[in-house]
């Protein structure tokens, strides 16, 4: 699978959030960039998910999936 937008982590993370989250806001700790996680660049082929910001490419967030516990890392958002 190639990139996609945040809308493909739509589904997860209203499992682990409860709530609609696409419509979230974040501003990238690198460059500055606003925007929601809907419009986030999403790759989903490797051993868990990465979303990157659209301007600089800095990774934001990370989800993986380990023994049926989700782990979240921002890195990137400030």
């Known amino acids: 699978m190639g990139i996609v937008d945040g809308n493909a982590m739509a589904g997860l993370m209203h499992d682990l959030f409860a709530r609609d989250m696409t419509t979230v806001g ?3 700790g690198s460059c500055g960039r606003t925007g929601v996680l ?3 660049m999403v790759y989903m082929s490797g051993p868990g ?8 490419d800095a990774i934001l967030v990370m989800l993986t999936e380990r023994r049926g516990m ?6 990137g958002l400030a």
């Open 38 to 40: 809907a419009e986030m």
């Open 70 to 75: 989700y782990c979240i890392d921002t890195p």
């Open 26 to 28: 974040y501003k990238c």
């Open 49 to 56: 998910t990465v979303a990157r910001c659209r301007d600089c």
